[in-house]
């Protein structure tokens, strides 16, 4: 997998998960994503840089265009060097949450990309790579 | 920086205070950062004659950090001047342009009336530059806070214009939402819808949803608990302006929104709710 562009962002408070989703939306544009594409990857981007702010304490995203050479990707990842996750299985399950949310933002975030990693190790922080190819 | 050239400095100040001042201001009317349009040549004289007097009072304390209480004087009325350029509409430049010229002006007279030599010459402008840019990045920051000051204001305002609760029929309200709906913003909305079902009488509410860009989890929490708020308070709502991107986005995500009512269209929501209050639409004969 080659790497087109890349580029990082902080992601410290809600604000920032403004600035997120507009820079995402701008780098799905520039690899023409369809309109649906375009919702699917800014709102998981959403999800997971506020799981970053509320969880993690803030974080980072680094944001690449990938080429597996067919195809181009927007590949994310948003790492912080928060408490971590325990047990990513129960994490990921519909309807569970530590916080006040839904629930629903990890594992959604996971249906609307197509690859999509998670690394993390109590106390470490948390990294989570996903990618949605055009 | 040494007492000598502190006095050496003070010195000269105070006793060509006229030439100084005189000379500051023809480089002030000169230069292209000034904005005659913006004010005039007996508001800048004022101004700067006061500041030399504070500038004159400050040194002649010996004590040249400007976060002594020495200086609180001087930076009060740089404050104050900041402040009203950078509402008249100056830029950071021009602002800045108002101390930084005050150096020129004393490197001059300095110059002239320097009798020992180049060493002290050099070390008099050393430390008149660490004082003079230490007050221009002075009148920068305050300059950047005054506007920051004004985007906060703007904002606030933002939000309470953003959220009008419109009167579509009677007994039918209508919620446009615009923009990001973060929790700050939801409150508010809450707050105007709630008050306007009651002040109305309203039983149906449609909350339009076309202008907002994304909706994620905590969107859509927003927006069942304001549902779930209205219908306590004996309104039903419906979700209007789901975009056929959005609808999928919201499949995925897991969000489960059958139990409100959602239409693809702000029209569609209102032939409904014209539907559940008994009146028909009719074309005239």
Known sequence: M?????????????????????VVREWALMIQFSLVDQTKIVTASSELARNAVEYGGGGVLYLQIVSDGIRKGLKLIFEDKGPGIADIGLALKDGYTTGEGMGLGLGGARRLVNEFNIESSVGQGTKITIIRWK | MTDKSKVRIFDIVN????????????????????????????????????????????????NWDINDSGWSRVLEFLDSISRSRAIRGFTPTETATFIFSLKQSLFTTLQKTSKNGTADLIQDLCDITLLIDSLGLFTTEVYLKSKEEIIVRQQTEMIELSTPVVQLWNGILALPLIGTLDSARTQVVMESLLSRIVETGSNIAIIDITGVPTVDTLVAQHLLKTVAAARLMGADCVISGIRPQIAQTIVHLGVDLSEVTTKATMADAFKHALNLTGAIVKKKQ
Request: charged share 30%.
């Open chain 1, 2 to 22: 080659t790497i087109l562009k890349n580029d990082m962002r902080y992601i410290r408070n809600s604000d920032d998960i403004v600035l997120i989703r507009q």
């Open chain 2, 15 to 62: 006793s060509t205070e006229n030439e100084i001042l005189e000379n500051w201001l023809k480089l002030q009317i000169s230069s292209t950062a000034l904005r005659m349009d913006l004010l005039s040549e007996r508001e800048l004289r004022q101004q700067s004659a006061e500041f030399l007097s504070l500038f004159k009072e400050a040194t002649s304390t010996g």
